[in-house]
């Protein structure tokens, strides 16, 4: 790599002060990204240029070249977003406390919003629950994004899901800062807060991982011999995944802890200024020129090592600054911010301390490698060795403070000190992975030879360690902090777990453990893990099938819940094609008003689901809930119209949006009537029937003649054409008998004369026996006509052409035997029915001599009516046919209504 090009980022050396070191740390050069044979070298989190100097970062920062079809050309991983910036609580202990923020947790007033984030948040206060309106967008907002992208745009995809939560955890935390510490809310800023960072390290470890599976062919491990430590690490980042990805997983957690500190180091005040132990140097001076002894035990000599050296202090003012001053050095180191805490170490007199800062660098001489005449400056520590055993030593040294040692510790690779302070899961996995990083890279130091002989002065426990992301976690399990334990069973710390593992079959297994426990999981979790799943498809990885469907059907099912009507077409469409049929199907019948269906019929065509399947499926399974059966009609049963049935009505309205779906329209509007007209429920079946549009049976044929057929419809198609007929002539004869009926109770009534009646009430009856007789007359005329009319109308449906009502003319290839036996029942049930409704008809009308004839059709063997009638019907009909006989005979006629010959 060409390391000339750039300027190492080392702390500001600005005073004359400064050692030998540093000095020569100001010339020293970098690597400019563009010029790497490997592709440009950055961390997922920040640029190169301005990574703080963490451990060995400069040197193996992994590479990230394009990634052809799955990152976008020319693509970076996106930088971290920064949260709101709040002070650290210099004074407190708890320092980890301040720094990462619980879901009761408050927020310092030094908190800076924009201007439309607060008007927003002051309007948001008046909610009962501010927390889940504001983030009840974040449902629609990451459908959005999920459809903008391609699966060639993943990455981008990340992007944006974190833009879009690090947007809402901006207007909570001005909400909470303004509306007090509601816990909802706050519950709801701090998980937005963990799915923003868990996306972040998604990002970074994916964007590695896809690059190494594209690579994997291509790459071919060679080590070249080099005298340099920075090449020979370089190469261990090119070829190790395990210690790159370690790195990564360390840049994101100090990046977490960046973001949330901002620049409070800024705004520090300490006793001391510019001048090291400013307090103590006054106090010696003035000892020294005063006569009189203080009697205070303060150090004589102001060397860095002078109070360890004579175990005397500071003075107080002194002790306190460097107490403070240690605790926010780690604060930095933390963060990732070495440079940033080599320059307070100078702003506070201590560029001794800056110096100590400055040895983890790998030493690299360019000059031995390169073939230019003109020296180029030596970068690094040769001495690192050296400096590397006093880093062990010193934090091993329990009269230094504790921030002190685990300062060096993180720099020496010594687990136990940094443990010491660390308080929060995500404090303890950047000790364990800063350490592994150590680790490995000593390790390989040492396989090359190049290891130097003051390591060996280190502790076998360190030398021997076998490091493992496994491992680490395996320590966090039996971590002694209770709030270590709490949080690594958290949800979010799980995920990220087995993110960093790269365990997906482990991940899976968790969510279904969530999914089937009792406590119900966060809104906002839910919503993660479906978009988790999803971009794992997205990558073609192997997942366990069954979680994964699991996952989004709970998805789905919240957003039904929730009537997220216009977001569950896009979810369903992930699903296998039958289960998705099922799944919106069964939201649809939820769809209750008639407004929104067509829409959700457009969302599920745009998500390319089966609209044809669902909408059938809708109609069948609503048509078959609660079906009572074919139930013979002398069973007394309730004819009006129930809830249940106007459901069914309703349902049709599914089938008839689309044009296409007017054959399936009719066919299922057919079997709705059928189990209605069983069930003597004659206005249910019209209100169906008024349903089918008129022109259903032309639409269907020129749907078949559109497509280039010649052929007749298929006998499905041509049977539920002959049954809608069939249906329609049975409906128009009950309605024709239902008006009859109507007309026939409302005969006109004969005005009644009272027997003592005066001359002017006999005249005025007189006047009503003439409206009377007008009104009875015209009262028969109509009688008579509607008597026709239903007679013909019965006729119709009794000698229905083509071999009879409800009867098929053509065989199906597959043959409904439902269907079937259900047409053969309505024969059986309706046609007797009919048939005695005539007789009253006819018999009402002194019209015997009909009922005679019909008779004649009943038992004809050209239709077989008789077939459809049972006993007792026979024997009924038999009676009615003697009553009218008998009429006859009264009139002077024969048995059968002939005139009898004299």
Known sequence: MDWGQAELPSPVVRDDEVTVAARRRKKVAFPSPSASPIGPSFTPARSLRNTPASLYRQA????????????????????YTHTP???????????????????????????FFRDDEANLSSALLKED?????????????FLASFLKHSSSAVFELLEDYQNICQEKVNVLQSVVLRAGQNSKTAGVRWLLQQENCTWRLIASLYRDRVQLALEEDMMIDMVVPSESEKVVVEQLFQRDAIVRQSQLVVDWLESIAKDQIGDFSDNIEYYAKNVCWENTLHALKMRSSSASDFHVPLVTELDPDAPLRQQRPL??????????????????????????????????????????????????????????????????????????????????EEQLNRYERAIYASLSGNIKPILA?????EDCVWAYFRVMVDSLVEKDLMSSGMTHQEL???????????????????????????????????????IQKFVILGDLDGLMEEFSDWLTASKPLPLHLLRFMTHLVLFFRSLGLALKEEACVDVLKAYVSLLIRDQQTDLVASYVGQLPAALATNQYAAFLETVSQPEQRPRCLQLATAAGLDVSAITRLVVETVRRRDDAGFTHHSQTLETGTTQDDQKKIDVIDWLLFDPAHRAEALKQSNAIMRNFLALQKHDAAKAVFSKVPEDSMREIYSQWTAVGQTAPLPAEDENAIREHLCIRAYLEAHEAFTDWFSHSSSAPQRPALAPEAKFTERVANEMKEKEYQASRTEWSSRLDVLTE??????????????????????????????????MAALRSLCLPRLTFL?????????????????????????????????????????????????????QGLGPLGYDLQP
């Open 838 to 890: 005539l007789l009253s008809v006819l018999q009402s009308s002194s019209r015997h001599q009909e009922v005679l004839r019909l008779a004649d059709i009943i038992s004809s063997d050209q239709h077989k009516l008789y077939q459809v009638f049972s006993k007792e019907e026979l024997r009924r009909f038999l009676q009615k046919l003697r009553d009218s006989s008998l009429a006859l005979l009264d």
């Open 315 to 396: 003075a107080d003012l002194d002790r306190e600054d460097d107490a403070r001053l240690l605790k926010n050095l780690f604060t930095l180191i933390r963060a990732g911010m070495t440079d940033e805490a080599q320059r307070l170490c100078k702003r506070c007199g201590q560029a001794w301390r800056a110096a100590t800062l400055e040895g983890w660098k790998l030493y690299h001489d360019p000059n031995m490698i390169s073939g230019n005449s003109e020296l180029q400056p030596v970068e690094g520590n040769p001495q690192r060795g050296i400096w590397k055993a006093c880093c062990w030593r010193m934090a091993e």
């Open 129 to 141: 629950d501010p927390g889940e309106d504001v983030a009840a967008s974040l449902f629609p907002e």
């Open 85 to 111: 910036r709040h002070n650290v609580n210099l004074e407190d202990s708890d320092w980890t406390n301040s720094l990462y923020m619980s879901p009761v947790s408050g927020l310092d007033s030094s908190s």
């Open 421 to 425: 302070v660390c308080e929060s899961w």
């Open 789 to 822: 009319d239903v007679k013909e109308r019965i006729y119709n449906v009794l000698l229905f052409v083509d071999g009879g009502w409800m009867v098929d003319n053509r065989e199906e290839s597959e043959p409904d035997e439902e269907r079937s036996h259900q």
């Open 456 to 494: 060996e002065t280190l502790p076998r426990e360190y030398l021997e360690a076998n490091w493992t992301m496994e491992k680490v976690f395996e320590e966090l399990q039996a971590s002694e902090s209770k709030r270590v334990l709490e949080e690594t069973r958290e949800h979010f710390h799980v």
């Open 60 to 79: 193996v920062t992994p590479r990230v070249p394009d990634v052809s079809s799955i990152l976008v050309s020319g693509s970076r991983t996106p930088r």
